[in-house]
């Protein structure tokens, strides 16, 4: 069973900064795409951002400039760097991983990190 651990969450004054932690259980080579999403309170959970195995990258419009999405394979781990931050980006946010084999596809999710951010 794939484990999924964030950490790195936590409270934050607007304009300040936090990195969150993605440590997997097994290799992230395994996965065809990292990524992070987040829920807000009433709303949708949304994707922030991803990274493949090629290391291509894609950011939501709202935190393109602001967030960097970045993997340490040899320590199966995917970060976020958060800077800028506004009470928009206050959410849980939760690590993905997805697998695709054949027609196959799996999504593998953590339990979630709250990020609050204080104006």
């Known amino acids: 069973q794939v484990q999924l651990v964030e950490s790195g969450g936590g409270l934050v004054q607007a304009g300040g900064s936090l990195r969150l932690s993605c440590a997997v259980s097994?290799?992230?080579?395994?996965?065809?795409?990292m990524g992070w999403y987040r829920q807000a309170p009433g709303k949708q959970r949304e994707l922030v951002a991803d990274?493949?195995?090629?290391?291509?990258?894609n950011y939501a419009d709202s935190v393109q400039g602001r967030f960097t999405i970045s993997r340490e394979n040899a320590k199966n781990t995917v970060y976020l760097q958060m800077n800028s931050l506004n009470a928009e980006d206050t959410a849980v946010y939760y690590c993905?991983?997805?697998?695709?084999?054949?027609?196959?596809?799996?999504?593998?999710w953590g339990q979630g990190t709250q990020v609050t951010v204080s104006s």
């Open positions: 097994a290799s992230i080579h395994s996965f065809n795409t």
């Open positions: 993905n991983a997805k697998q695709f084999i054949g027609v196959s596809r799996t999504n593998y």
């Open positions: 990274i493949t195995n090629g290391g291509s990258t």
